[in-house]
């Protein structure tokens, strides 16, 4: 596990249904951010014992990028006795909801580092680019830009990423970037 700033932690772990020939890799990756009241995990995926340090006595929460992301969440109820956010709760501490291009994926703001958890929207596996090769049916790659574009109003810095190493610099411009 490795801290990325003060309160926010990052992991890799093999995601269990990859295979040779996906056009991902074979790690995903997970968030922990210390919101005061409570210690949340951004699709987590196999949690290190470290994070049970992190803990203390705050509640767990889990919040999904998309609902496939599910992985490790209910290892984490089990655990750690985390809640899993509904897409229709209210994040906990000051992490905010930001929609994406389809209402199936979301993203989450985090003011305090300014940075972005986004799902299968962006990889960072060989370099920072725009994952349109998902794309739901009956939606275009430039439907997907478009619908992305409103991130660029938030002041990025970071951009942590689940499919790849996460931004720790210039997030905003290479959103940008990948979004143009």
Known sequence: MQELRPGLWSWASPHPDWTEGD??????????????????????IAPPSLVEGLIEAQDVAVLLTAEWHRRSADEC????????????????GDVERVRTYYDEEVAYWIPRHSALVVGDAFLAERGFQLQDEWLPPGLSAE??????????????????????????????????????
């Open 23 to 44: 056009e991902w890799g074979p790690e995903v990756r997970s968030y922990a951010y210390d919101a005061g009241s409570s210690l949340v995990l951004f699709d987590p």
């Open 77 to 92: 109820v089990e655990r750690y006795g985390a809640h899993v956010f509904a897409r229709d709760e209210e994040p906990p």
């Open 143 to 180: 439907q997907m830009r478009e619908g992305l574009r409103p991130l660029l109003d938030l002041p990025i810095r970071h951009v942590l990423v689940t499919h790849g190493d996460p931004v720790l610099e210039n997030g905003r411009e290479l959103l940008r970037t990948a979004l143009s």
